[in-house]
């Protein structure tokens, strides 16, 4: 077949008409949008959070008068609204920086959750404290910080058994360690404590009341 000028004219229109219609999209993407990406990245490397662990022993019996943070005011309110419990104290407070989109992880010898048994007393217990992933992300009320796999506890002894020697004079306990806690995923505002839950404290009555705290850090 032989082309004519006028159809060589033609075919060459559309053919860089095809070539247009399929170049990539990267090749038409706004450059903007790409240094946008790059400062969220930045912003997002650049980004902390110091969480603040509340542990509140809620409790009937008497106990000297505390002054418990002021940054507790609301949570204990609302604690007093909602729980039969007279006081309120902190048994332990615990403060730490993770970056955006970073993980915490905290073990420790002793803590508010302890033996159920008095005869297990003298043994220890190992409280545990870890978030998964601390990471910032978008409300309808503004920003706001998710916590994935948050989780609080501890592992206890706990007696199983006895143990009696063959002359039937002696006896000893047989423990094993066993895990008990909370474990969930939370989203909390910023600068606003957060009830997670409450566990209960051996025989006595009492309750824990795990409370979280996220505050921004921007370097």
């Known amino acids: 077949m032989i082309l004519t000028k006028v159809d060589r004219v033609i075919f060459l ?15 038409a993407q706004d450059p903007g949008q790409s240094q946008r990406a790059a400062a969220d990245t ?4 650049e980004t902390s959070f110091d ?30 609204a909602t729980l039969p419990f007279k006081n309120y104290s902190v048994a332990a407070t615990l403060v730490n920086r993770v ?3 970073g993980h915490l992880n905290l073990t420790w010898v002793g803590g508010p959750l302890t033996a ?12 545990e404290f870890s ?19 948050f989780s609080f506890g501890a ?13 039937g004079t002696n006896s000893a306990p047989v423990f094993a360690y066993e895990h008990t806690g909370i474990s969930t995923d939370i989203i909390v505002r910023p600068d606003q ?14 309750a824990l009341v795990v409370v979280i705290l996220a505050r921004r850090v921007q370097k």
């Open 51 to 80: 969480t603040e662990l509340y542990l509140v022993r809620a409790s009937n019996q008497r106990t000297s008068e505390e002054q418990l943070p002021a940054s507790l005011d609301q949570v204990v309110k609302q604690l007093r």
């Open 13 to 27: 229109a559309l053919f860089c008409a095809v070539l247009t219609a399929t170049a990539p999209a990267a090749l």
């Open 131 to 149: 978030i998964g992933q601390v990471r910032a992300v978008d409300g309808d009320g503004g920003q706001l910080v998710q916590m994935q796999r």
């Open 99 to 101: 970056r955006d989109s």
């Open 155 to 167: 592992r206890i002894p706990v007696q199983t058994g006895t143990n009696i020697a063959p002359s």
């Open 193 to 206: 404590p957060t009830v997670v839950g409450t566990l209960n404290v051996g025989s006595s009555g009492d």
């Open 42 to 45: 930045r912003r997002e490397n």
């Open 116 to 127: 159920p048994s008095t005869s297990l007393a003298s043994l220890p217990s190992f409280s």
